[in-house]
């Protein structure tokens, strides 16, 4: 699996690289403008591309690291209640 960004900006897992028709779930809509402005060109690249993920603790990291990107009223998804 893989996460990545799809055209709307929603942070989402896919079933293989991310493409329209393999979206498994979708997690959260990015603040699209402040990511584009606090991560590097090659990150956004892959985060495009999609971010390999092949267990629990790997997609946690990868949510977890993108979560403060997350659009209102989504930004809390990923605190512990």
């Not at 329209?20 to 699209?32: A, E, G, H, Y």
């Not at 690249?45 to 990291?61: A, P, W, Y």
Request: glycine content about 4%.
């Amino acid at each position: 699996a893989y996460i990545g960004m799809d055209a709307e900006g929603n942070l989402s897992l896919f079933d293989g690289p991310p493409r329209k028709d393999n979206v498994i779930r979708t997690f959260f809509q990015l603040d699209v403008p402040a990511l584009e402005s606090s991560i590097s060109p090659e990150q956004l690249k892959e985060l495009m591309q999609g971010i390999r993920v092949t267990d629990k603790e790997k997609m946690s990291s990868v949510l977890s690291a993108y979560s403060q990107f997350a659009a209102s009223p989504s930004r809390n998804v990923m605190k512990s209640e």
